[in-house]
């Protein structure tokens, strides 16, 4: 396991992965699936205007979190493909995120008969962003009690065998950092991160907050 310093956590990570896609843009953000498309769609970034990017809340007026008002200042389309933002955006050239509970999200991925078993979880998780990830699963960006960076977590959803939600990353910081190779958290599962000493705080802080101390849930427990 590696010590955690500055660098693994926040704006500082959300930096290097920038990094990273700024010197391969047109690099998929999936190996595995083509259909996420390029980070930058033909190689350009699509910042949110500054003057949009300060008057940007999460819905009920929550501020975004350190990563995620970093990445916007960098790019939008990344997130925009993932439906992050309303179908209009305004004459003033402002901007709505337009987040879903989960169980509508995992009614969109995986149709209404797998879906409809995440729709207890949907008012425990009524804010939520779907992220590219996964093949059978999903990973979702669940808006909440942030940890000690100031992150929301990331979910994986998964419908192998026993439907199931598990704590994949610690906040948006980490999860764009790990899809764009910065860093590699090791170990197995879903959850390996929280077995990562950079990470592992910021899980059980997630686990507590959202999960009942727990890393998954699955649907016998709903």
Do not use: K
Request: with cysteine; glycine share 12%; charged share 25%.
């Amino acid at each position: 396991m590696t010590s955690s310093t500055s660098a693994d956590h926040g704006v500082a990570l959300t930096e290097r992965a920038i990094s990273s896609v700024e010197a391969d843009p047109l690099r998929l953000v999936l190996d595995h699936n083509r259909f996420a498309g390029p980070w930058l769609v033909e190689g350009r970034a699509r910042p949110v205007p500054t003057a949009a990017l300060a008057s940007l809340t999460l819905p009920g007026g929550r501020a975004l979190s350190p990563s995620l008002r970093r990445w916007l200042a960098f790019d939008s389309g990344f997130l925009r493909r993932s439906g992050w933002f309303g179908p209009a955006d305004g004459a003033d050239g402002g901007l709505v995120l337009t987040p879903r509970p989960l169980g509508e999200i995992a009614r969109a991925e995986f149709g209404d008969g797998w879906g409809q078993t995440f729709d207890p979880l949907s008012e425990r998780f009524a804010e939520c962003f779907l992220l590219p990830g996964g093949s059978d699963s999903r990973r979702v960006l669940a808006v909440g009690e942030p940890d000690g960076c100031g992150e929301h977590p990331v979910l994986a959803l998964d419908i192998d065998d026993l439907p199931c939600i598990e704590l994949m990353y610690p906040g948006l910081d980490v999860y764009l950092a790990d899809t764009a190779g910065v860093i590699t958290v090791t170990g197995e599962g879903y959850s390996a991160a929280a077995g990562d000493a950079r990470y592992a705080a910021r899980m059980r802080a997630h686990a507590r907050n959202h999960l009942a101390g727990e890393l998954s849930e699955d649907f016998t427990r709903w």
